[in-house]
């Protein structure tokens, strides 16, 4: 079983440069989530979908977009990379309305220079 | 805000001892709450879930909840080396629009001493 999956694992930007980080789970969970993880910041939400075709911002959104491209996929995106994003991202996914707890993927160490 | 505290350690505790994690949460409508482990470089891993007051064991682990204490524990029973990691507690709640959380504690990084 996959479960969550992340691309790519290691990614180093220029500051200014777009990329998309990409999620996607194998659980037929309704709900998905981006966090960021930081020294000392503990898991931070960026954003989550509670269901395919809906989206909202977490905690921390300024400077990210993301798709909920269809049930299994949801991405991540960033359109000007700035240093204070270099950070570990990870996606999860749970079931709406429930209280399993969340799958998380392996992360996506990024770097911004 | 709602806001899961935890001490960030680092804990130190010999092999073969019992190992006490704690957690307060801030919202009182938080219904369940869940322990993850986090090993350095790697993703969150749940090992504990527990949703009513009192304990919960499975294996060397118990949960514990106090719900009008709203505080939360872990204990790991006959640590050891491999137990060395960072955990995580977190309480699900509502958040609004439909959606339930989960908030994440700042997680107490606990080192078993062989």
């Known amino acids: 079983n996959a479960g969550v999956t992340q691309t790519p694992k290691f990614q180093v930007l220029k500051t200014g440069q777009s990329m998309t980080l990409q999620c996607a789970q194998d659980m037929n969970h309704n709900s998905m989530y981006w966090y960021r993880q930081d020294p000392g910041m503990g898991l931070r939400l960026i954003y989550y979908?509670?269901?395919?075709?809906?989206?909202d911002k977490g905690e921390v959104p300024n400077g990210y977009n993301v798709s909920r491209l269809n049930k299994r996929e949801f991405s991540l995106r960033l359109e000007s990379a700035a240093p204070s994003q270099t950070s570990v991202y990870f996606c999860a996914s749970s079931e709406q309305g429930t209280a399993y707890g969340y799958t998380f993927g392996s992360g996506t160490r990024l770097t911004v220079v | 805000q709602k806001e899961v505290e935890q001490n960030s350690g680092p804990l130190s505790v010999p092999e073969g001892a019992i190992a006490s994690l704690n957690c307060t949460y801030s919202d009182r409508g938080s219904q369940s709450f869940f322990w993850y482990r986090q090993y350095s470089g790697k993703s969150p891993e749940l090992i504990m879930s527990i949703y009513s007051n009192g304990d919960k064991e499975d294996g060397r682990f118990t949960a514990q909840l106090n719900k009008a204490s709203q505080y939360v524990s872990l204990l790991i029973r006959d640590s050891q080396p491999s137990d060395s990691a960072t955990y995580l507690c977190?309480?699900?709640?509502?958040?609004?629009?439909?959606?339930?959380?989960?908030?994440f504690g700042k997680g107490t990084k606990l080192s078993v001493i062989p």
């Open positions: 979908s509670a269901s395919e075709g809906t989206t």
């Open positions: 977190a309480a699900f709640a509502y958040s609004g629009a439909g959606s339930y959380q989960l908030t």
